[in-house]
């Protein structure tokens, strides 16, 4: 087994964590072949590696009716490797397969990140054909750069834990065939050939087809996959350049910084600036439309672009991000300041207007909430904002924008305009916004 190119592959790739002490890995098992062999090598490596801890978690969806055999499987194996085993379960309710796919996944990287001991690695058994079945899958869709360069070998989680694929260069036959020559047991999921489903179509006559005519397709899509994630990093270190050169620090967009950028370079920009604030990137129209507005409308126009998690706004020349509601952080409690998203500045006052918040109450701005109620001094009674605006005739535009102070869920000031009656201190706070 020493021998074996796929043993001498995961050595090297490891090699990398035991130049910086790391000899903790946690195998995500699933009793497929590819992490089945991928625990046979880590029992090896132990052997000749003394300091190597390895523990396998497997994780029961509880969506096959085989998965309590799968997990028994799963656990003696390690019982016979002597291997600490541990098994999570997590709930999955879905309706279409691909988002079952999606939450299985989810749940799955959550629950490994949860058990795994802390500052272990987590090894994942992706080989060579997962990674071109992504790809497939991904040209299929119409991917960019980043999503046809697939599936990184290194993952950093949420959590900060790193996720590891030793296997990627390796392809599927390589890895069965080591699981025969040795006699290594393995369960066999059935859904995985219903072809149906894209992957396994993919998997069953694609890349089968390709790989008998071209000889080496495999390794030579992998290499193309590896240039385009390399691309991918190069472009990230230019963006990132981009970036720097061209936001303030409220983190707004510069217009006239955009316009000595290509066409180009300016939508990759914007990108990468709406990057900062939301995960859903607006679609190849709403992103010409920001452009466009923001570069060519007239610079005492207004702009307005709505986006699903929030407006682009322009103000003096710098585009901004704004988003419906702002919570102060806890340490707003004591800040002054509060540099709000379209490059405005909240600033707390001493003075005739609020008591200052009792430590049970959170400090909150918020906007847009016309059914808040409040009674403000020197009016007659309790009513909605929606109110207390038109009787202020305040301008139906300029509502949105005039921050809300909250105590807790209580509307205590109305920024420029009302101060709860219930809350008012002759000697105490109140905000301004400049
Ligand atoms: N039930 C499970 N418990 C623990 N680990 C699992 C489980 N299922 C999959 N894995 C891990 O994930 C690897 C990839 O599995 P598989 O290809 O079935 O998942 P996938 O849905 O394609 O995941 P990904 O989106 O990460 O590619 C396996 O080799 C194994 O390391």
Redesign the pocket.
Known sequence: MQASPIYQHVKHALEHFFKHQQYNFT????G?V??VV?LHIMHLLKQAQPKLNVNA?????GLSQYANDWQRFCQNLCAELNISFNAAQVTINSKTRTSL?AQ??EA?YKA?DELSPAGSVI????HLN?QIE?FLLRLKRGSGLKGLGA?QKMRELQSGRICYRPLLNITRSDIEHFATEFNITHITDDSNTDERFDRNFLRARVVPLLAKRFKGFEHCAGRSIELLQQQQALLDEYTELDLKQSINAHQALSVSQLTTYSNVRITNVVRAWLSLFTQVMPSQKQLLQIINQAINAQADAQMQVDLSEGQIRRHQGYLYFVTPHILLADEALTSNELALNDGRVLIKQQGKGLRAPLPNEQVTVRFNCNSARIKPLKKPGSNTLKHWFKDAKVAPWLRERVPLIFYNDELVQVVGYFVSEKHQDENGIFWECK
């Open positions: 195998v995500a098992l699933s497929g590819d992490s991928l978690i497997y994780v029961n969806h796919e299985a996944r799955r490994l090894l994942l058994g992706q997962d992504t599936m």
